[in-house]
């Protein structure tokens, strides 16, 4: 069962725009981490944010973590047509075993 | 480095058969994670392999299964297939025993007729 859910499932902007996505979770993460798909292939992990962390960066792209509201979002600054894909979201648990648990996914479309 | 490497990429079975996929980790990758995705599903986790070593399962019946060697490679078995069956199964490998960045395979594309 998915423990994440993003929103919004879809999004469509022009090249050069930002792009919001949020995750919502329902039960205590060890870390929350983001990957990108490109039309059913493997999955590219983005970032990945720890349960004592509030904000990350990498490139353009920027992550914050709430866990009084069990929320995160994934900022895309500038975004390139390059980016167009599906974004999920998944949490990990505690302990040593790491069994992700994915939401369902935001597909961005990315206009050039 | 060579990625993660899943074989075949693309099958196609019956229902009732059995098949079996393949995942080889990144060298020095010890832990392999399976993942099924569908389209109403999403992604959900199978099982996760360390040294050999279920260590976690996800909820799917026991058709589905699974075992790790000792160079860390990693195959999954689905006997009696079913129409539901068809997905695209992911493997995910990362380095150590703490959680962390998962690698992921191209995934094989399993279609049950």
């Known amino acids: 069962s998915q423990q994440g859910e993003e929103d919004p499932q879809a999004l469509s902007i022009q090249e050069g725009e930002n792009a919001t996505m949020n995750c919502s979770y329902k039960?205590?993460?060890?870390?929350l981490q983001w990957y990108r798909q490109n039309s059913g292939r493997g999955l590219v992990h983005l970032i990945l944010?720890?349960?004592?962390?509030r904000e990350k960066h990498s490139g353009r792209l920027r992550v914050t973590l709430d866990t009084s509201k069990k929320s995160s979002s994934l900022l895309i600054t500038a975004s390139r047509a390059a980016d167009t894909a599906s974004y999920f979201c998944a949490t990990g648990t505690q302990g040593g075993s790491e069994k992700l648990v994915f939401g369902k996914g935001m597909k961005l479309t990315v206009n050039p | 480095k060579a990625g993660v490497t899943q074989t075949p990429r693309y099958l196609i079975k019956t229902r009732g058969q059995q098949v079996t996929l393949s995942c080889s980790p990144i060298s020095g990758h010890r832990s392999v994670s399976w993942y099924q995705q569908t389209p109403g599903q999403g992604l959900q986790f199978l099982f996760e392999?360390?040294?050999?070593?279920?260590?976690n399962k996800g909820n799917f019946p026991g058709r589905f299964s699974g075992r790790q060697f000792s160079n860390s490679r990693s195959e999954m078995n689905v006997s009696t297939l079913e129409l539901g069956d068809s997905a695209l199964y992911l493997c995910?490998?990362?380095?150590?025993?703490?959680?962390?960045?998962?690698?992921f395979g191209p995934g094989t594309r399993l279609t049950v007729l």
């Open positions: 392999y360390f040294s050999e070593t279920q260590r």
């Open positions: 039960t205590s993460i060890n870390n």
């Open positions: 995910a490998t990362r380095t150590s025993g703490s959680p962390g960045e998962q690698f």
């Open positions: 944010i720890r349960s004592n962390e």
